[in-house]
């Protein structure tokens, strides 16, 4: 059974930081590309982060410079650290993993950002 689960969201003062968390199990994690999307009430799901099994990174325009994805293939896991957030960073954020045509994702963890 896939599962994958964010946690570190939370409420932050506008210039603040919080550090997202993805625990994936049953999946060989490594061969995964792993991402992070956001949804804001009202707004289409879209891609902030994502990291191919090799390392390679994109981001979105709009969190370039303030967020970096990361991750740890021992532990499954893959991380996302935002600095310096802005109250449009506020959202429901969710951690997918993708391979081939195979998709998975959790079941997202709330950030809002106060102003």
């Known amino acids: 059974q896939v599962q994958l689960v964010e946690s570190g969201g939370g409420l932050v003062q506008a210039g603040g930081s919080l550090r997202l968390s993805c625990a994936a199990s049953g999946i060989r994690f490594s061969l995964y590309a792993m991402g992070w999307y956001r949804q804001a009430p009202g707004k289409q799901r879209e891609l902030v982060a994502k990291?191919?099994?090799?390392?390679?990174?994109n981001y979105a325009d709009s969190v370039k410079g303030r967020f970096t994805i990361s991750r740890d293939n021992a532990k499954s896991t893959v991380y996302l650290q935002m600095n310096s957030l802005k109250p449009e960073d506020t959202a429901a954020y969710y951690c997918t993993g993708q391979i081939g045509s195979r998709n998975y994702w959790g079941q997202g963890t709330q950030v809002t950002v106060s102003s």
């Open positions: 990291m191919g099994s090799g390392g390679s990174t």
